[in-house]
């Protein structure tokens, strides 16, 4: 008798996608113009907008994707070229729900490049894990001696109101900042394994928040700020000022080893927290760095 083969649960059967985003953006006629976009489904790029009055050449890109997150085996790169120059802002249309999966996991690589005399932020709405999900995370960060970038990676426990706080099976977070291409300056890696070791224990994102004993919402912020020396000291200055007024975040910042630069920690008490906390850094070092604070968010 011939035995039977059994097959993997449906979810896996789904094809897996290898999204691409590839844009470049140039300073052309007194604004920053998109001036390469390829994309490949189902990441999509809308037309560059220029919603800030205060900073008119600055161009807005939202990156889409209609399936809202990554699933079992996809594979997204997104890869941004800022000249010289050129002025940016890249965003997320949502968050980036990685979905549950029976085995495997997701990717997605970023690569950044401003060159001197540009300007990149790159701030992308926060990832949410799914129970049972794993994901793998590379940002590859180039920037040139007088460019400027703005980074944020926002991080939630998961589905909190489902009760799937700390449910994914993996995050892995490597991150590496070149000056010239070639030589790293700062290089992160981090991984968080629930099952392995509790997240929100000691050591790890362990906080403690007065008249919050619950640990189910705790989200972990990391940005980056590269630019020059003497700006990069006035905005750790008044960020740590800021930082220390916010009761239910828990923040460190510090200068990057070469100087170029500075680096800011957030444990929110949940989504939330973590993410005012990092917006009032991205208020100061946009008001040192361009002269204007953000403008109103106009995506919900």
Same mark, same amino acid.
């Given at each position: ?5 059994r097959l993997?649960? %449906?979810?896996?059967?789904r094809?897996t ?18 001036t ?9 790029v809308?037309?560059a907008? !220029? ?7 600055? %161009? ?7 399936? =809202?997150? +990554?699933?079992a ?21 949502? &968050?980036?729900?990685? !979905?549950?999966?029976?085995r495997?996991?997701? $990717? ?7 060159? %001197?005399?540009g300007?990149l ?9 799914? /129970?049972? @999900? #794993? ?11 007088g =460019? ?9 426990? =998961?589905r909190?109101?489902?009760? $799937? /706080?700390?449910?994914y099976?993996k ?19 981090f991984?968080? /394994?629930?099952?392995? #070791?509790?997240?929100?224990?000691? *050591?790890?994102?362990? &906080? %403690? ?12 912020? #990391?940005?980056l ?10 905005v750790?200055?008044?960020a740590?000022?800021?930082l *220390?007024?916010a009761s239910?975040?828990?923040? =460190?910042? @510090? ?5 170029d630069? +500075?680096?800011?920690k957030?444990?929110? &008490? ?9 917006n009032?850094?991205? @208020? ?5 760095l +361009?002269?204007?604070e953000p403008?109103p968010?106009r995506?919900y």
């Amino acid at each position: 008798m011939q035995s039977a083969t059994r097959l993997p649960p %449906a979810e896996t059967q789904r094809p897996t996608t290898h999204g691409l985003a590839e844009l470049s953006l140039e300073h052309r006629d007194g604004r920053a113009r998109l001036t390469h976009a390829r994309t490949r489904p189902p990441l999509t790029v809308q037309r560059a907008l !220029y919603p800030d009055d205060a900073v008119p050449d600055l %161009a807005c890109v939202f990156l889409s994707n209609p399936t =809202g997150g +990554l699933f079992a085996g996809d594979r997204h790169e997104v890869g941004i070229k800022v000249g010289r120059g050129a002025r940016a802002h890249v965003t997320t249309q949502s &968050a980036t729900k990685i !979905y549950t999966m029976e085995r495997g996991k997701a $990717e997605q690589r970023v690569v950044l490049n401003v060159a %001197a005399g540009g300007y990149l932020e790159y701030l992308p709405d926060p990832l949410i894990p799914f /129970s049972n @999900s #794993s994901l793998a995370q590379d940002f590859c960060i180039t920037v040139e001696p007088g =460019g400027t970038l703005l980074w944020w990676d926002i991080i939630t426990p =998961g589905r909190v109101a489902m009760r $799937e /706080s700390f449910q994914y099976r993996k995050i892995r977070n490597d991150l590496a900042v070149h000056r010239d291409g070639r030589r790293a300056v700062f290089r992160e890696g981090f991984v968080l /394994s629930p099952r392995e #070791s509790a997240p929100n224990g000691i *050591g790890l994102l362990h &906080a %403690a928040f007065s008249g919050n004993q619950d640990n189910s919402g705790l989200t972990l912020g #990391s940005m980056l700020i590269v630019c020059d020396q003497a700006a990069a000291r006035r905005v750790l200055d008044l960020a740590r000022n800021t930082l *220390g007024c916010a009761s239910f975040a828990r923040a =460190g910042a @510090s200068i990057l080893p070469d100087g170029d630069g +500075l680096g800011v920690k957030v444990i929110g &008490a949940d989504c939330s927290s973590a993410q005012q906390a990092l917006n009032r850094v991205w @208020s100061i070092a946009r008001s040192e760095l +361009l002269g204007a604070e953000p403008p109103p968010s106009r995506k919900y």
